[in-house]
């Protein structure tokens, strides 16, 4: 079983304790028994992040602090050690330009996934193709060998070379050749 994973972000307190991170899985009531494993249910509460202090640990709270607006004063401080985080900042500034720029941004946006969409559907109508085009050579190989192997044997018997042109396909030629090397 896959493993599943709810995450819940906040903008207000919800549980009654002082950690902005809370991580929960299925247990019995009474003996405290873990039901699985894969079930995991995190609440993050914006309102419990320190605000004024600058982040030293990194990872998740840089980001929760970035999603709680956090001063872009201490943005380039978030950003020191994920990369992601500065490409999400930068989004974020562009997208709160003007309407013109956001309508320009999903436009590109619309273009990017229209183009690998595309491009998938043209990958899988090749394969498709080749895979039909592989299928018919291979079947068109098989032929001609089962027509060979019916021509040897037929010689083998000592059957008129036209006989054996007309019981496997082949030419009388082929068959000659067939014969000269045996």
Excluded at 44 to 55: A, D, F, R, V, Y
Excluded at 77 to 82: A, F, I, R, W
Excluded at 142 to 171: C, D, F, H, P, V
């Amino acid at each position: 079983m896959l493993k599943c994973v709810t995450i819940n972000i906040l903008n207000y307190s919800f549980l009654p304790n002082d950690r902005y991170h809370s991580v929960f899985h299925l247990r019995e009531d009474y003996t405290n028994l873990m039901l699985i494993d894969d079930i995991e249910i995190h609440f993050i509460e914006l309102t419990k992040l320190n605000h004024h202090t600058p982040p030293v640990e990194g990872g998740l709270i840089n980001w929760l602090l970035f999603l709680k607006g956090a001063d872009k004063s201490i943005w380039e401080v978030l950003t020191l050690n994920d990369p992601h985080l500065k490409k999400a900042m930068d989004t974020l500034e562009f997208l709160s330009q003007d309407n013109e720029a956001r309508r320009l941004y999903e436009e590109r946006q619309k273009f990017l996934h229209d183009e690998a969409s595309m491009i998938e559907w043209a990958t899988e109508k090749g394969l498709e193709a080749g895979r039909a085009a592989g299928h018919a050579a291979g079947q068109a190989e098989g032929e001609r060998k089962k027509a060979l192997e019916i021509a040897r044997n037929m010689l083998s018997l000592g059957i008129e070379i036209k006989l054996i042109a007309q019981a496997s396909g082949l030419t009388e030629a082929e068959i000659l050749s067939l014969k000269n090397n045996q």
